[in-house]
């Protein structure tokens, strides 16, 4: 075989090799041109329940799912803040409001200034091991090329830190309390005010900040994203019971929970025994309607949901948000897909 030709036999091989390896090397953000033709910008509607007599209300933030929105901390408050904006016009937003976002808004974290080939993936299980093993083979980490459980943490932090500052400062500029959503982290605990997690098992939580921006005491486990091994061994001792989480607001008592965990048997009667007169659920894809018939039925004093609306990789948010007062019926009606606010008055 002549020179010419092992040579070019080698190229061949070598160029796809170096060329992925490149690939891998160089990946790069959503840029801003990119990003705007990515979103579609949509109008945000509103819906109000009750009169303002002053003692508090509930504000539900339906928002309108796209991972995009996750590249960058601008984009990501610029999407949260829009429909807090409409609500300050309106005079929604006192020192009593309780603002609402929707369950797994944390889990996105991973993709602020990440690589964004992770947009892309068909589900999010796979852009998550993607951005892990993105960050295992950058320079940064090299220490940890062969400790993906290292990088996972470090990844966590970064998000435990983006969350604890975006919603915080979002609820002392606005001076409002938020429920915001849930993030999943590894053995999260919140003391005086503050969100610590160190390695271990992972946990969705939801969690409060008051309106100095500080975590409220407390938070609400999503038992149902609970590892199927570690709900296999509890379950040979005893049934893992559904959570419910009773916040004390400056409005008052707030019960909160997942909505899907309403398929349990002692749900109802769980509820029953925390008195509260006020209720939101964190809504799941799961539920298929029954938690809005079961509060259709209820006479809780003001109760609702949130969820997303919106496609986001291999799922599609039902966009079932509504809100219901103690002799009314659940507003809207339908549900209304799109970016959308309902405020009810306590």
């Known amino acids: 075989m002549s020179p010419f030709v092992r040579n070019a036999l080698a190229s061949l091989v070598l160029v796809p090799i170096f060329a992925f390896i490149g690939w891998l090397l160089s990946g790069v953000s959503l840029s801003e041109e990119e990003f705007q033709k990515r979103i579609s910008k949509k109008e945000t509607k509103s819906v109000s329940l009750g009169w303002d007599r002053r003692s508090g209300n509930l ?30 016009e309106k005079g929604w937003l006192q020192n009593s409001t309780i603002v ?63 969350y604890e500052r975006i919603f915080g400062d979002i609820a002392k500029m606005y001076g409002v309390s938020i429920l915001a959503g849930s993030i999943c982290l590894p053995s999260p605990e919140v003391k005086e005010g503050k969100l610590s997690i160190k390695p271990g ?79 939101i659920g964190l809504g799941s894809q799961e539920d298929e309607g029954k938690f809005r018939e079961w509060i259709k039925n209820s006479s809780f004093e003001s109760s ?32 209304q897909k799109g970016n959308l606010i309902i405020n009810i008055f306590f």
């Open 201 to 279: 098992e992972w946990q969705e939580r939801a969690y409060i900040f008051d309106s100095s921006g500080k975590f409220l005491e407390g938070s609400l486990l999503r038992t149902s994203t609970q590892k199927p091994e570690v709900a296999q061994v509890a379950a040979s001792e005893k049934e893992i019971l559904p959570e419910v989480w009773v916040a004390n607001l400056p409005s008052g008592r707030l019960g909160i929970l997942f909505t899907e965990d309403l398929k349990s048997s002692q749900m109802e009667e769980i509820v029953k025994k925390t008195y509260v007169s006020k209720l």
């Open 100 to 162: 609402v976002f929707p369950p797994e808004i944390g889990n996105y974290f991973f993709l602020m200034d990440s690589r964004k080939e992770l947009l892309d993936f068909e589900n999010i299980d796979s852009a998550w091991n993607w951005a892990v093993f993105f960050q295992r083979i950058s320079i940064k980490n090299f220490s940890h090329v062969l400790n993906g459980e290292a990088v996972s943490f470090e990844i966590a932090q970064d998000s435990k830190e983006r």
């Open 304 to 335: 609702g949901q949130v969820q997303f609306s919106g496609k986001g990789y291999n799922q599609e948010f039902p966009a079932k948000s509504f809100a219901k007062t103690r002799y009314g019926s659940p507003e809207p009606i339908e549900g």
């Open 59 to 88: 504000l539900i933030v339906q928002l309108e799912f796209k991972p995009e929105y996750f590249t960058r901390e601008d984009r990501f408050r610029a999407w949260l803040e829009e429909p807090l904006a409409l609500a300050k």
